[in-house]
């Protein structure tokens, strides 16, 4: 059983910068990939960033890639997104979640695990 309790969201002027937290508890929390995803209003849930396990792979979204960086600590139990150069589009809801097994890593279906989710809101 894994919880996860997001951090760090606000209201940032475009072009600003966010990170967001995700605290994870659980002993097994290394053996995750973790994943963050993002809901607009009136939107489904999309993928935004995927760490493996262990941290050596990453995956990115077409729309955040090259200004979204995700990592993760897992002596600290912790996964971060950085988030630069924002754009009013990336407002929403933004959503931790962790996966133990296999299949696609940008689909909702294959995570086990939500946060409740934490709220950025990019002005323009």
């Known amino acids: 059983q894994v919880q996860l309790v997001e951090s760090g969201g606000g209201l940032v002027q475009a072009g600003g910068s966010l990170r967001l937290s995700c605290a994870a508890s659980?002993?097994?929390?290394?053996?995750?990939?973790m994943g963050w995803f993002r809901q607009a209003p009136g939107k489904e849930r999309e993928f935004v960033a995927h760490i493996s396990w262990s941290g050596s792979s990453t995956n990115y979204a077409d729309s955040v890639k090259g200004r979204f960086t995700i990592s993760r600590d897992n002596a600290k139990n912790t996964v971060c997104l950085q988030m630069n150069s924002l754009k009013p589009e990336d407002t929403a809801v933004y959503y931790c979640?962790?996966?133990?097994?296999?299949?696609?890593?940008?689909?909702?279906?294959?995570?086990?695990?939500w946060g409740q989710g934490t709220q950025v809101t990019v002005s323009s």
């Open positions: 979640a962790a996966r133990l097994g296999g299949g696609s890593y940008y689909s909702t279906a294959h995570y086990n695990y």
């Open positions: 659980g002993r097994t929390f290394s053996s995750y990939g």
